[in-house]
Nanobody, 126 residues
Framework: VQLQASGGGLVQPGGSLKLSCAASGRTFGSYTPGWFRQAPGKEREFVAAISWSGDKTYYADFVKGRFTISRDTLKNTVYLQMSSLKAEDTAVYYC????????????????????WGQGTQVTVSS
């Protein structure tokens, strides 16, 4: 499966951005998609995921209430709507797809994801 992330850019603190991740091959209707991020000098960290069934979402504590993950199964695309952005949200954001077919339960560990996009840079700065 190939994942193509887009939508990153430069935004002022308090602003919003919407990231997209289009998949070819493996479908998000069968494999849980998620978003991770990596800031300079830091390890990659989980941001959000949405179950393959679309009825469950999982968020890191630091984005709850600010970020929303969603998906469009017809377009095989997952989105990350980011609002109230802070300087500490600056990072390269990666989309990923679960390595397990029809996984039951939450997935947050990067090792659970077998396919990764190339990353898109998000910079929050005035």
């Amino acid at each position: 499966v190939q994942l193509q992330a887009s939508g990153g850019g430069l935004v002022q603190p308090g602003g919003s951005l919407k990231l997209s991740c289009a998949a070819s091959g493996r479908t998000f209707g069968s494999y849980t998609p998620g978003w991770f991020r990596q800031a300079p000098g830091k390890e990659r960290e989980f941001v959000a995921a949405i179950s393959w069934s679309g009825d469950k979402t999982y968020y890191a504590d630091f984005v709850k209430g600010r970020f929303t993950i969603s998906r469009d199964t017809l377009k095989n695309t997952v989105y990350l709507q980011m609002s109230s952005l802070k300087a500490e949200d600056t990072a390269v954001y990666y989309c990923a797809a679960d390595r397990q077919f029809l996984r039951v339960g939450p997935v947050r560990d990067a090792t659970d994801f077998g396919s990764w996009g190339q990353g898109t840079q998000v910079t929050v700065s005035s």
